[in-house]
């Protein structure tokens, strides 16, 4: 057994993903093959190959950088709101409910997040159900950050949709047989901007942890700073490669494969003393779907590891502990 197959990986592997664009099955079973091993003992691994422009990955990282240059008192205006769209300030989060490390500091960035997009009159946001209205967006002083994130987030939807049916053909399973989960997925796109932090124990831009839901798919720039724990338990940094997106399996995912994928560990550290941003975007099932271990990820006669849950419960129970505004919202509603 190899390093890779032990988890004690000392790399992250590149999975050219180029086949899933096309019509050659036997190359698109072969590339869900490979997915399959690194997704079971890595659970990291860097995409590439994909149609995405690179000119689309720096519009977004260029608007990222103009949004958080504006004053405070400008992106405040658009401060987090109830369906988690929004600026969130420095040091808004701390990760609490990480089952890697024990975390009581803040991590030390801003972001802004923009989920899909809800309307105000869609029954979903009518019914003021979690997390279901429209996005915050900069006014015109950010001339075409809008469209530039709208185009970005349909590029990076399909691209995990071609994820979606890789990871069901890895399983044995047929191409389509996820994709009712995903009619309405929750995505998020999180702009973040790390600005180099001091050594001091305890500190992090993100705190060691896991992602909470079914998959990310990461572009990062050239800072680096992005470490992944192995199975030995060292961190093995995770550096910028080219035209690439660091893709890792979130939680539901690994609660779905009946932990036959792993969601693995991870964290960053930026003491590079260059500001740094990144924008993961994470692509998750309906909040309405009820997800439960997949009856081929279940050795017979042996019982699933999770019992099922509405995604929208287990989303919303991390967000609410992770995010120092929520908490105060629940502790006035809780005072009223």
Not at 125 to 132: D, H, S, T, W
Not at 163 to 188: H, K, N
Not at 267 to 275: A, D, L, Y
Not at 299 to 318: H, I, S
Request: glycine letters at 8%.
């Amino acid at each position: 057994m190899d390093e890779r197959e032990r988890g004690d990986f000392s790399e992250i592997p590149i999975l050219d993903v180029s086949a899933l664009y096309g019509a050659d099955q036997e190359a698109i079973r072969a590339t869900a093959a490979t997915l399959r091993r690194y997704l079971e003992t890595i659970g990291f691994l860097y995409v590439v190959g994909h149609p995405i422009p690179r000119a689309d990955v720096e519009a977004v990282r260029e608007a990222s950088k103009r949004f958080f240059a504006l004053p405070e008192e400008e992106k405040l205006k658009l401060k987090i709101d109830r369906n988690f769209r929004g600026y969130l300030p420095f040091a808004g989060s701390t990760i609490v409910t990480s089952s890697v490390a024990t975390v009581s500091k803040p991590n030390q960035s801003e972001s802004i997040f923009f989920m899909h997009e809800v309307g105000e009159d869609d029954p979903r946001a009518l019914a003021e159900k979690p997390l279901q209205g429209p996005n915050q967006w900069p006014d015109e002083s950010l001339d075409g950050f809008r469209q530039t994130i709208e185009r970005y987030v349909d590029e990076m939807g399909t691209l995990a949709r071609k994820m979606v049916g890789a990871i069901a053909l890895s399983l044995g399973l047929p191409a389509g047989s996820l994709d009712r989960y995903f009619e309405q997925p929750t995505t998020f796109l999180r702009l973040l901007h790390y600005p180099t932090q001091p050594q001091e124990e305890g500190l992090f831009g993100s705190a060691p942890h896991t992602d909470y839901g079914f998959i990310t798919l990461l572009a990062q720039d050239d800072v680096g700073g992005l470490e992944v724990k192995n199975k030995a338990g060292e961190w093995v940094p995770a550096p910028p490669v080219s035209d690439s997106f660091v893709m890792n399996v979130g939680d539901i995912l690994a609660r779905w494969s009946n932990d036959q994928f792993v969601s693995t560990p991870h964290r960053v550290i930026n003491r590079s003393g260059r500001e740094r941003y990144s924008q993961p975007f994470f692509f998750d099932p309906s909040m309405d779907e009820v997800i439960e271990a997949l009856p081929v990820c279940v050795p017979a006669g042996a019982k699933p590891k999770y019992e099922p849950v509405l995604y929208g419960d287990y989303l919303m129970e991390r967000i609410d502990k992770n995010y120092h505004y929520r908490k105060k919202k629940a502790a006035e509603a809780a005072g009223a």
